[in-house]
């Protein structure tokens, strides 16, 4: 019986050839000591399946555990492999590290500086907290700032780089355009009708004849106010009164109608289109923006611009910024010549002083903080405020004072229903000094604004508690 032999080739897997089955029998069953070695590393060939058996022997068991080495057999030649690219050089290895050194350190700069950690986030302190009974509710966090007319801090609690939106309280500054044009001398403007312009008003009836005066002089129909109705009017008897006798309010009642009123003289003035005036790329919106980019000492390229609730674009800067254009607002004919910004100084003298005298206009005659504060300091400050909890004040000299000064004040969470915003505002003109013990009487109900039940029983209060210590003090 011949050898068997598997697989479709005739040659072994290590290159030698597979007996046939008519070759000679040997002539005794023993082998020579030559193939001795043959016939063992036969056996124990690893990675095969094919073994050379003598004749009516057994195949052998190969065994998982290690088999003595055989003699290697010769090999036939192996073909040169095809030459491969040179591989890239490879990087030269890395120094050995100094004994007692870390491996990360150079030899030649000293020890390796650690990574810095990046700065915490800016938590603005507490302002007002919301009480009932013992319980503190909830707490109001902000950041309050005054400057100086030189852009000097005098005063600051929180973060006075915080970036926000004027919103509503770019009203004044905006509003310059309209005079300089040469609007009030066109349409014959009012103080009481260059405050509403610069102001939100409630939407009460004596703010919509006093618009509605302005549209008809101008024959501008107010059907073109773009503000919507949204919210109006701010007052509560107004809204009641027109809920009753089921009377819509129209436009003309939202608090920023006196504001796109200023946007539609300035197109009738240059003869501008007004369908869409409210657009960022519209030439009214170019020219607005282009002037409240003076005001901040700035150019319209520079601006940081989003869209305000009623539609117009609103402008961002951070807060310090905002008390200096209040500060600006507060004496305008004390900036230098050499400051740019001392060609808006007639302009704005103007719409201060039509702010100062008529303060229903620029908000409300009931429950109005910026109202209530210019009555209660007749001609010793301008208010304005914007939503989200944004309020700014420009005062001007007074005895005691070193100079004007802008106050802005802005509360992180936007005002808890205004209640932060108002009672923040009362105790920051209280601690600056602006308001004596008369004053500080008639804006009581603004300082620490009440929640009452259903029959009017005081259950909780806002209570501003801080310290706006002037800025030397916090160096000392």
Not at 52 to 62: C, G, I, N
Not at 134 to 150: A, N, Q
Not at 424 to 450: C, F, K, M, N, W
């Amino acid at each position: 019986m011949s050898p068997s032999r598997t697989g479709p080739d005739s040659r072994g897997e290590e290159g030698r050839p597979v007996p046939a089955a008519n070759e000679p029998k040997p002539a005794s069953s023993k082998l020579a000591p030559a193939e001795k070695g043959v016939a063992s590393k036969a056996a124990v060939a690893p990675e095969t399946s094919s073994v050379f058996v003598p004749l009516k022997a057994k195949p052998p068991v190969v065994e998982s555990r290690a088999v003595p080495s055989a003699p290697a057999l010769p090999m036939p030649p192996t073909p040169a492999p095809s030459p491969l690219p040179a591989p890239a050089a490879a990087p030269p290895a890395p120094a050995a590290p100094i004994p007692g050194r870390s491996a990360g350190v150079k030899n030649v700069r000293g020890p390796k500086q650690p990574v810095r950690a990046p700065d915490p986030p800016k938590t603005p302190p507490i302002l007002v907290r919301q009480m009932r009974g013992d319980l503190v509710e909830s707490c109001h966090r902000g950041s309050i700032v005054e400057v100086g007319m030189d852009g000097t801090v005098r005063r600051v609690l929180g973060d006075p780089e915080v970036v926000v939106n004027l919103r509503s309280a770019v009203k004044p500054f905006g509003l310059v355009a309209l005079v300089e044009a040469g609007g009030v001398e066109e349409f014959g403007l009012t103080d009481a009708e260059l405050a509403i312009m610069a102001g939100s008003h409630s939407g009460e009836d004596l703010h919509v004849r006093t618009l509605q005066a302005v549209f008809r002089r101008a024959s501008v129909s107010q059907q073109h106010l773009g503000c919507g109705s949204e919210g109006a009017p701010l007052d509560a008897l107004t809204a009641a009164r027109l809920a009753r006798d089921g009377e819509k309010a129209g436009s003309v009642r939202h608090m920023c109608s006196g504001q796109h009123a200023s946007m539609l003289l300035l197109c009738r003035l240059n003869g501008w289109p007004v369908e869409e005036y409210w657009l960022p790329d519209h030439p009214v919106q170019r020219l607005y923006g282009a002037t409240v980019a003076r005001a901040f000492s700035t150019s319209p390229s520079m601006l940081d611009i989003s869209t305000d609730a009623c539609g117009v674009p609103t402008y961002a800067f951070p807060l310090h910024e905002v008390a200096r254009a209040f500060a600006l607002l507060a004496d305008p004919t004390a900036i230098p010549k050499k400051d740019t910004r001392s060609s808006l100084a007639d302009a704005l003298c103007r719409i201060r002083d039509a702010m100062m005298t008529n303060p229903e206009m620029v908000a409300g005659s009931r429950g109005r903080l910026d109202t209530s504060v210019m009555k209660a300091l007749p001609g010793g400050i301008a208010a304005k405020g914007g939503v989200e909890g944004l309020r700014g004040f420009a005062i001007p000299a007074g005895p005691g004072r070193a100079g004007a000064s802008g106050v802005a004040i802005k509360i992180e969470d936007g005002g808890g229903f205004a209640r932060a915003s108002s009672a923040a505002s009362v105790e920051t003109l209280r601690q600056i000094g602006v308001l004596d013990a008369s004053a500080l009487r008639s804006l009581g109900r603004y300082h620490r604004p009440v929640a009452l039940d259903p029959r009017g029983v005081p259950i909780g209060e806002a209570v501003p508690e801080f310290d706006l210590a002037p800025v030397g003090e916090l160096l000392d």
